[in-house]
Every structure is written in structure tokens, then in C-alpha cells.
């Protein structure tokens, strides 16, 4: 069955600190992977994907991803937090084999000054 | 840069009552859904629609539910005889090629039935 799992139902951390939020997938497909944010009251911006290609990716707003196909993992980091990332993020996971996109259960982002 | 737009943004009907909920979809996009999210819980998928017809729903989308895209700009999502758990925020999303690729969602409709 296809499932995103994030373990991490909410992280602190300090402002200035690194980030990793974690993300696994099961799909018996080639997955296509997504995170998005979601501020409060706010609809979901995408912050990066993954197709194909280099395993690292880039995103908006200074995120990064790094696809691991040995351990279903996508996880989410960025190298210094700022106290506007405070949201939630949801990570996702799609196909070209099919039209749906299944979303993970969310983490939410505290950021403590 | 195109964007997904949603009305009503907060919608509140009593229980029972019809809601038609509205998005006007990227233009160039040919691959539309909806996602629903009930407050604290994850994102769900309902139902995709491209050339006119439904390509994939959950078993969320029931009787109950319908999508039309009445005119090229359009795509409604409706709910009958709403009840309390349909409380969430519905998102509307499109793209232009099928999941695998990027979707673009809306703002969201937060729909409360009391």
C-alpha cells in the first residue's frame, strides 16, 4: 500500500539552528516526492520536488532534500532556521502511474528565539 | 505568477444544507482535484478530473459528493446534505500533467457545518 510516514509530529528548534525533518515512503512505483509548507490558515507552497536525477535537491526559501532509495527516505533540511519557517510541512509522494498525490501526516515547526 | 484561486474562503451551513464549493484552475493546466483536510489531520485526497470526466477518487468521495466543470475556467466541487464531519478545509489543486508531476494548489475553502 502506499503511505508517507513522517515520525515527527512536531520538532523545536532554535533560531538559527539546522533543520531536518524526516520523511519515508512506500510505493511500489518510482515515486515522484514533494515537500510542501503550510503556514497557519494558509494553503500548502510547494518547497521542493523530486523526479529524477541528483538525489539532492534544491528548493525555495533556502530547503533542501535528499532522496535515499535504500531507505525510502526524503528528508527535509535546511541549515539555518529563520522564525518565519514556523509552519507545518508536509511531505508527499506521487506517480506518473496514477493521479493522486498521498501526503504524509505533517510535522509542525516551532522555532524558539 | 499563475495561481489556483478559491471561493468562498470560509463558508459556514447548517447541517443538511447543499455547498457548492469553487476554484478557477492555472489555465493552462488540464488535470484538476480536490484535497480535503480536516482540522489537525492530514491532507486527503478526493478526486482528480481531466477531459471532462472523474480519472480517480478516494472512498471519501461518496454519493454525496460531485465535481463539475461547468464552463473552461471553473471546477466545482459539491456536497449534499452536508454533514458535521464535513467540516475541513477543502483544497483545490491543478496541473498540467498527471500526479506525477507538480500540483498547484489553491487557498483553500474552509467549510463549517453546524
Known amino acids: 500500500a502506499q503511505s508517507v510516514t513522517q515520525p515527527d509530529i512536531h520538532i523545536t528548534v532554535s533560531e538559527g539552528a539546522s533543520l531536518e525533518l524526516r520523511c519515508n515512503y512506500s510505493y511500489g512505483a518510482t515515486p515522484y516526492l514533494f515537500w510542501y509548507v503550510q503556514s497557519p490558515g494558509q494553503g500548502l507552497q510547494l518547497l521542493l520536488k523530486y523526479f529524477s536525477g541528483d538525489t539532492l535537491v534544491q528548493g525555495i526559501k533556502g530547503f533542501e532534500a535528499e532522496f535515499k532509495r535504500s531507505q525510502s527516505s526524503f528528508n527535509l533540511r535546511k541549515p539555518s532556521v529563520h522564525w518565519s519557517d514556523a509552519a507545518e510541512y508536509f511531505c508527499a509522494v506521487g506517480s506518473m502511474a496514477g493521479f493522486k498525490t498521498i501526503f504524509g501526516a505533517g510535522t509542525r515547526l516551532f522555532v524558539k528565539a | 505568477e499563475p495561481e489556483v484561486t478559491q471561493t468562498p474562503s470560509h463558508q459556514v451551513t447548517q447541517m443538511g444544507q447543499e455547498v457548492i464549493l469553487r476554484c478557477v484552475p492555472i489555465?493552462?493546466?488540464?488535470?484538476f482535484y480536490w484535497y480535503r483536510q480536516i482540522l489537525g489531520q492530514k491532507v486527503e485526497f478526493l478526486v482528480s478530473?481531466?477531459?471532462?470526466?472523474?480519472?480517480?477518487k478516494s472512498e471519501i468521495f461518496d454519493d454525496q459528493f460531485s465535481v463539475e466543470r461547468p464552463d473552461g475556467s471553473n471546477f466545482t466541487l459539491k456536497i449534499r446534505s452536508t454533514k458535521l464531519e464535513d467540516s475541513a478545509m477543502y483544497f483545490c489543486a491543478s496541473s498540467d500533467r498527471p500526479s506525477g508531476n507538480t500540483i498547484y494548489f489553491g487557498e483553500g475553502s474552509w467549510l463549517t457545518v453546524v
Open positions: 478530473f481531466y477531459n471532462n470526466e472523474i480519472s480517480e
Open positions: 489555465s493552462n493546466h488540464l488535470y
